[in-house]
């Protein structure tokens, strides 16, 4: 059961870039989760997922502490997830649904996936943990990362063109 929650069903296994897999997999997933329940239930997803996908990479990097396996994407789809909390959050806030603030799911996408391979400040430091948390902190730094300026983002377009 950990591989299945630590690869995302296998999704790991697929690809020579599995990181960018999951990611690309977590965006639809969280769309379909805010469609259902908005915000909130992506915020209680996530959380969720965090600590479900925490006790899994510790299960699967139990015999290999020091590894961070390529296979393991479960971080990806928590920190996916985070970066895309303030396109969740505006365009509940808005009353819009969420596809229709499609420029901000693609900088969601692509700031997260420039911190979780640039690894900058935090992200770098998590990683350098070895362990099962900061497998999963690598990430969450960088969906925080990721969120916060694809918020600055979104007001700057809205404070310059709307």
């Not at 690309?24 to 329940?37: C, D």
């Not at 899994?56 to 928590?78: F, G, K, M, N, W």
């Amino acid at each position: 059961m950990s591989k299945m929650i630590a690869t995302m069903l296998g999704l790991g296994f697929l690809s020579s870039m599995p990181g960018t897999l999951g990611s690309a997999a977590a965006v639809p997933l969280a769309v379909f989760i805010h469609m259902i329940g908005g915000f909130y239930a992506l915020v209680v997803g996530t959380l969720a997922m965090f600590f479900i996908g925490w006790w899994a990479t510790a299960d699967q990097v139990a015999a290999r502490p020091t590894e961070d396996p390529s296979e393991i994407i479960i971080d990806e789809l928590v920190g996916q997830w985070l970066a895309l909390w303030i396109v969740s959050l505006g365009a509940q806030h808005a009353g819009v649904p969420i596809w229709k603030l499609w420029p901000g799911l693609i900088a969601a996408f692509v700031l997260f996936r420039l911190f979780d391979i640039t690894k900058p400040s935090l992200v770098g430091w998590a990683d350098r943990l070895h362990n099962s948390l900061g497998i999963m902190l690598d990430d969450v730094f960088a969906g925080l990362f990721a969120m916060i300026c694809v918020g600055l983002l979104g007001y700057a377009w809205h404070a310059a063109f709307m």
